[in-house]
């Protein structure tokens, strides 16, 4: 092996490095400027978190034939301490026209509608769907602003407001976080390595494999290949940066051990290759396996993920392999001054003298002196943690509760609730044949909590009808003024007036409208009296759902509420699905790396022991120190893929070594020394990987910081625990048996 290494021409040592370092400079060029622009193709509609073949997905492509565009409502709550007079309720109305001319806003502003106790207002504003929302809103805000409204303030809330919000809290992807993630790198590779070179080359192994995917996934994004939003962004800047360093640490930590032994850097950068390649290989494998198995899902959000996030994975693994080599070819055993190693046998000595004296090499002689005791406590510790794992309230979450910190959406929307119906402004929508909206309305008002119903309508600036008692209570109130009117006049001039139900009828300003049909069906909107993303929403609408069953199979309900129940039922069914999937695919991953089937079973039970775990403790922050109102549907299933298929790989590099070592020298002095070389680069490559998810908590979005939290507290407990006291002591006690049914099992 050495003699053909060394016969390899001088020219061709260059060139090789040389092209793949200019490779990896030109990809770095022409991807970087893509940092900034990759945003521009990230849809954060909701339309791409709905399930596929929900019965709300279904009413949305309904809804599309009944307007030109795509619109989200967004509700302009005012509302004042005492009552808010006419002249005011005139100047909101004054602005309809400068808000209609606003980009980004399509269709009619709605005439401000009083509330009950006229302390509060609305006007409903129609928002185009990939507008830059938050620009709308700041553009609204504007234009009421300067209308000179005295002692009534204002906030932009709805549907319309909550997105905006949500794509203000994802700005700060294509900035802060990547900023965030790689000085949190830099800082501890700087502590890991002491050395001047190493942290830079590494950092750059990650952007350059970052460049590589964005430009590649904005390309595809760009051509509708695959879909994309911020939540999905945000996780592929911070998987590939911390793939791309775990990686590049185990490279690294094989090529300077290959220093010690290996004169010739050719040799010990081929050494490095035969102990890293594979490992590594596997492990970038089982996360993109991890993430296909995301196609399987209902969710376009988790489905998104699946390409996306293996694109990253696959370069990562890809700059490790070909960058960094290069790079470390090209500095030999420079790469790690001032500290250098040396091949030659005082250096070689001093080297292994103070491994000898290491933190690891004793506990390693730990381990192999009270492995059974350690497996059972450890194992214990991590049962009673996984017992809280069925507190985590994770059933979805209130629209309002989505963002963290400030938000004048969910302020607005406690206002809005505290003086309309709750629901107002994001209705119930009902799509029902023309021929059974009557019948589908005289089950609707008599559902609890429903307030109003009304209807999509020609003939009508509003587009919409009252019906049913919502028609017959406005003609009320205006037969009632009329009457008072009549009341009011000299008995002659009564004599001569017209009918009071022609006044009655002229008066009505929906007696034009007609209910709209396209393809033969109407829509039904119905305002709730919850807040529609309150449980007791949610609730109305499955008994909306369950009570038109009788109306017709043909009568679907949607809206905002609808589309929460769709996505939490399918959340539960891709876990019910995905998680199988997942651990079949790694099992067998395992086995054919490991050349066994003991070992890989013991190793995924560790690894899944450790994510229940993780869970468990994450529902007691959750909800008794962080009190936070639950969690995304998704969280536990991200959670799962992340951590099984990441965690997964600090056992593949422990146990890839301890195979290697067991080969040499036997199962028992295997593992041990599997651990003690290990050691050190598996914790480091774990804090830079926690660290790294951890920068993804400086997005105020839920979600984002609860995955943050579980992914970086559950590698922190596989690098501390499980791969460092767990599965060695384990395997250690279980001995050779574990490489059944491999010869390698009768090797003691």
């Known amino acids: 092996m050495s003699a053909k290494i060394t016969s390899v021409p001088k020219w061709l040592r260059i060139l090789i490095p040389s092209v793949l370092i200019v490779l990896w400079f030109v990809i770095g060029a022409v991807g970087g400027p893509f940092f900034g622009k990759i945003s521009e193709v990230a849809d954060n509609g909701f339309a791409g978190f709905l399930p596929k073949s929900a019965e709300s997905t279904k009413v949305n492509k309904t809804l599309q034939k009944f307007s030109t565009g795509t619109t989200l409502p967004g509700i302009v709550i005012f ?37 009950d106790d006229k302390k509060a207002a609305i006007v409903v504003v129609p928002m185009k769907s990939g507008a830059k929302l938050q620009v709308v809103v700041k553009d609204i805000n504007g234009v009421y602003g300067d209308a000179g409204l005295k002692s009534v303030e204002f906030k932009v809330t709805g549907p319309g407001g909550f997105a905006a919000d949500l794509n203000k809290a994802f700005a700060g992807i294509d900035g802060i976080l990547l900023l965030t993630a790689l000085a949190v790198v830099f800082i501890i590779l700087i502590i890991v390595y002491r050395s001047v070179l190493l942290p830079i080359v590494v950092l750059m192994t990650s952007i350059f494999a970052l460049s590589a995917s964005i430009l590649l996934v904005w390309w595809l994004a760009k051509n509708d290949i695959v879909d994309l939003n911020g939540q999905v962004q945000g996780i592929l800047f911070i998987l590939v940066i911390g793939a791309a360093t775990d990686y590049s640490l185990l490279f690294i930590s094989r090529y300077r051990e290959a220093l010690y032994t290996h004169r010739s850097k050719l040799e010990a950068i081929a050494a490095s290759y035969k102990g890293a390649f594979e490992p590594i290989v596997a492990s970038g494998s089982t996360v993109i396996v991890g993430l296909m198995c995301l196609l399987l899902s209902d969710l376009g959000s988790n489905k998104a993920l699946a390409p996306v996030g293996s694109i990253g994975v696959a370069f990562a693994m890809l700059a490790a392999l070909s960058f960094l080599p290069a790079v470390l070819y090209a500095f030999g055993k420079w790469s790690f001054w001032p500290i250098v190693p040396s091949a030659e046998p005082s250096a070689a000595k001093k080297h292994h003298d103070k491994l000898e004296r290491g933190f690891w090499h004793r506990l390693g002689n730990f381990v192999d002196r009270r492995f059974r005791p350690i497996w059972i406590v450890t194992a214990v510790v991590l049962l009673v943690a996984a017992v809280f794992a069925g507190q985590i309230k994770a059933d979805g979450v209130a629209q309002s509760e989505l963002i963290l910190g400030k938000s004048d959406a969910r302020d607005g929307q406690k206002i809005l609730s505290d003086h309309f119906p709750g629901g107002s402004g994001s209705p119930a929508e009902v799509i029902v044949p023309a021929n059974q909206v009557a019948a589908a309305v005289k089950v609707i008002e008599a559902t609890d909590g429903t307030d109003t119903v009304t209807a999509k309508a020609t003939g009508v600036d509003a587009g919409i009808k009252p019906v049913g008692k919502y028609e017959t209570q406005l003609k009320d109130e205006i037969r009632s003024a009329v009457e008072k009117k009549y009341d009011a006049m000299p008995e002659m001039a009564r004599m001569y007036a017209p009918p009071i139900d022609t006044v009655v009828d002229q008066a009505y300003p929906f007696k034009d409208a007609e209910v709209k049909v396209v393809d033969g069906v109407a829509v039904l909107q119905v305002t709730l009296s919850d807040p529609s993303d309150s449980d007791a929403a949610k609730a109305t609408v499955a008994q909306l759902r369950t009570n038109l069953d009788k109306v017709g199979s043909s009568v679907l309900v949607g809206g905002p509420t609808a589309i929460q129940i769709d996505t939490i039922d399918a959340s539960n069914r891709d876990r019910m699905i995905i998680i199988p999937v997942v651990l079949f695919a790694i099992t067998i991953i395992l086995m054919l790396l490991l050349r066994a089937i003991v070992a890989p079973i013991l190793l995924l039970l560790s690894t899944v022991l450790s994510f229940a775990a993780t869970l468990g403790i994450a529902a007691l922050l959750f909800n008794h120190v962080f009190k936070f109102p639950g969690a995304d549907p998704s969280v536990i299933l991200f959670g799962f893929v992340f951590l099984v298929a990441l965690g997964i790989d600090y056992n593949i590099f422990l146990m890839t070594r301890v195979r290697e070592e067991s080969i040499k020298n036997g199962t028992r002095k295997g593992v041990i020394k599997g651990l003690v070389v290990t050691g050190g680069v598996i914790t480091s490559a774990g804090i830079v990987l926690a660290s790294t998810f951890a920068a993804l908590g400086v997005i105020p979005i839920l979600f984002l910081f609860q995955i ?33 049914p491999s010869k390698l099992k009768d090797k003691k």
């Open 708 to 740: 943050a939290f579980i992914v970086a507290f559950g590698v922190l407990l596989d690098t501390f625990i499980v791969r460092s006291l767990l599965v060695p002591a384990l395997i250690r006690d279980v001995g050779s048996i574990v490489w059944w």
């Open 79 to 115: 509302h004042s301490e005492s009552n808010i007079p006419t002249d005011t309720l005139s100047k909101i109305d004054a602005q309809a026209k400068d808000v209609q001319n606003i980009d980004g806003v399509e269709g009619d502003v709605s005439p401000a509608q009083l509330s």
